[in-house]
Nanobody, 129 residues
Framework: QVQLVESGGGLVQAGGSLRLSCAAS????????MGWFRQAPGKEREFVGA????????YYADSMKDRFTISRDNAKNTVYLQMTSLKPEDTAVYYC??????????????????????WGQGTQVTVSS
């Protein structure tokens, strides 16, 4: 079992940037595809992006692909979400999640939250206008 802990959230002005981190413990992170999701108050959890086991493939929600970048450092057991040009509508709790399924199905399943096996507790991002 892997434990995930997000950090790096906070309050930022519109147009600003933040980098979120997701640190894993208990298992080697390279065993997992990783995803980022977010959930705003009163809304369903939303796919942000995902990165494959060694970082060779990334997927993003269309509304974020030009502003957000996912990366990973398996040696540090950490996944990152770099967010730029932040907007008030990006305000949400951001979660990282680990996928233990087969890499063959990864492109098909990585956008669905119920594909993931482990979740962090989330970190709050608030973007002020």
């Amino acid at each position: 079992q892997v434990q995930l802990v997000e950090s790096g959230g906070g309050l930022v002005q519109a147009g600003g940037s933040l980098r979120l981190s997701c640190a894993a413990s208990g298992r080697t992170l390279s065993n997992y595809g990783m995803g980022w999701f977010r959930q705003a108050p009163g809304k369903e959890r939303e796919f942000v992006g995902a990165i494959s086991w060694r970082g060779g493939s990334t997927y993003y929600a269309d509304s974020m692909k030009d502003r957000f970048t996912i990366s990973r450092d398996n040696a540090k057991n950490t996944v990152y979400l770099q967010m730029t040009s932040l907007k008030p509508e990006d305000t949400a709790v951001y979660y990282c999640a680990a996928y233990l399924g087969t890499p063959f199905k990864w492109p098909q399943y990585c956008r669905a939250s119920d594909s993931y096996d482990y979740w962090g507790q989330g970190t709050q991002v608030t973007v002020s206008s």
